[in-house]
């Protein structure tokens, strides 16, 4: 399963950004899909998962209220939209998959993800 993810950049506090994921070589439909972020040094976090089926969606702390996560199996893409953005979500964003998931679940962990993208730096100035 090949992952393409694109849409960071760098805005201001604030601001707002889409992040777009494109999957290839299995039916989206049969994927679970999250995002994570990193900063150097430190650990890969959850930021938003949705379950196979699209019926559940999971947001951190940190990103409820402002972040929401969406897939489109028309498109094989899935999406996370970005608002109300601060310095601390300045990270790089990366997609992943999980392969046949029961409809309703959500992946928390990074070890339970097979397959993830090249990453997209999201860069959020005071």
């Known amino acids: 399963v090949q992952l393409q993810a694109s849409g960071g950049g760098s805005v201001q506090t604030g601001g707002s950004l889409k992040l777009s994921c494109v999957v290839a070589?299995?039916?989206?439909?049969?994927?679970?899909m999250a995002w994570f972020r990193q900063v150097l040094g430190k650990e890969r976090d959850l930021v938003a998962a949705?379950?196979?089926?699209?019926?559940?969606?999971y947001s951190s702390d940190s990103a409820k209220g402002r972040f929401t996560i969406s897939k489109d199996n028309a498109k094989s893409t899935l999406y996370l939209q970005m608002n109300s953005l601060k310095p601390e979500d300045s990270a790089v964003y990366y997609c992943?998959?999980?392969?046949?998931?029961?409809?309703?679940?959500?992946?928390?962990?990074?070890?339970?993800?097979?397959?993830w993208g090249q990453g997209t730096q999201v860069t959020v100035s005071s």
């Open positions: 070589g299995l039916s989206f439909s049969d994927l679970g």
């Open positions: 949705i379950s196979r089926n699209a019926e559940r969606t």
């Open positions: 992943a998959a999980t392969h046949y998931p029961h409809p309703l679940l959500i992946r928390t962990s990074p070890h339970e993800y097979e397959d």
